[in-house]
């Protein structure tokens, strides 16, 4: 993630960005009035990202919970809005791209803790694990073989970290 604007911008500047620049292939985020570029994320993180979407979303709608959300797997369990979301949602995850790294990744779990989650998993491709973060508790390392759990936040919720990813074959 790189930042493409050192001025500050504030969050209507932000909405009435095109969706992308015609010569890039990057999104973007705002963080503390600060425009981000987000590179695409590749085949894997895709993947991981789809699954991560599709057995939370499945426990979500099957315990009426609320809703969730794609776009980089941000959940959102209570609140339906227009535009952009404002707020922080009660549950993310984070998959990792062939760019990102963990001390960025990391990063972004202290904004989402401050701004209020309750619940993330970041999800690294690489090591096939994951580390999960609550507020006010240490953050938890869960291995291939390891669950990710919803905590009191997805309560009943249990995922084999193994499960996300898919089974690679070679041609």
């Known amino acids: ?16 960005l095109p969706a992308r620049r015609d010569d890039s292939v ?14 695409p994320s590749g085949t894997l993180p895709s993947i991981v990202t789809a ?17 969730v959300m794609s776009a980089e797997g941000g959940y959102i369990l209570s609140q339906i ?3 952009f979301f404002r707020g922080a949602p009660d549950f993310t995850v984070e998959v990792q791209s062939q760019n990102d790294t963990k001390r ?19 999800v690294f491709t690489g090591d096939r694990a ?10 938890i390392v869960v291995g291939a073989d390891g669950l990710l759990s ?3 936040t997805l309560p009943g919720l249990s995922l084999p970290v193994c499960d996300i990813f898919p089974t690679l074959r070679t041609p």
Do not use: C
């Open 1 to 16: 993630m790189s930042s493409i604007d050192r001025q500050s911008m504030t969050i209507a500047q932000f909405e009435e």
């Open 26 to 39: 990057f999104d973007y985020e705002l963080i503390h009035g600060e425009v981000f570029e987000v590179s």
């Open 51 to 67: 699954s991560l979407t599709r057995k939370p979303g499945d426990f979500v709608a099957a315990n009426d919970l609320g809703v």
């Open 81 to 83: 809005t227009r535009g």
């Open 104 to 122: 960025v990744m990391r990063r972004n779990v202290k904004l989402y803790l401050a701004a209020g989650t309750r619940l993330v998993w970041l």
């Open 130 to 139: 994951a580390e999960v973060y609550q507020p006010g508790l240490d953050e």
């Open 150 to 152: 919803g905590a009191d």
